[in-house]
């Protein structure tokens, strides 16, 4: 079992910057993929970004691909994510999430753990 908390969400303005953290405890943070997903009013959640156990490995939604990077520390067991240039439609629940598949299937197929979710508003 993962348990997952996210911190940083907040109201920032358009071309703003915001960093979100995931803090996990539990097994063994460092086996696990890693990634985020949003869910924006009145849209079904979807993927973010993802992280491999290494760091070696990162893949992006092409709508945060270039303002968006993931990254972890698995000597903190916290995973990050740092938004840049935020637009309006950035505006959402972030939600961090861990599973024990690699990176693509994890992305494909579904994720274990979920956090509860962060909110970010990002203002025209």
């Known amino acids: 079992q993962v348990q997952l908390v996210e911190s940083g969400g907040g109201l920032v303005q358009a071309g703003g910057s915001l960093r979100l953290s995931c803090a996990a405890s539990g097994r063994t943070f460092s086996s696990y993929t890693m990634g985020w997903f949003r869910q924006a009013p009145g849209k079904e959640r979807g993927f973010a970004a993802a992280?491999?156990?290494?760091?070696?490995?990162?893949y992006y939604a092409d709508s945060v691909k270039g303002r968006f990077t993931i990254s972890r520390d698995n000597a903190k067991n916290t995973v990050y994510l740092q938004m840049n240039s935020l637009r309006p439609d950035d505006t959402a629940i972030y939600y961090c999430?861990?599973?024990?598949?690699?990176?693509?299937?994890?992305?494909?197929?579904?994720?274990?753990?979920w956090g509860k979710g962060t909110l970010v508003t990002v203002s025209s």
């Open positions: 992280i491999s156990w290494s760091g070696g490995s990162t």
């Open positions: 999430a861990a599973s024990t598949r690699l990176v693509v299937a994890a992305i494909n197929y579904g994720m274990d753990y």
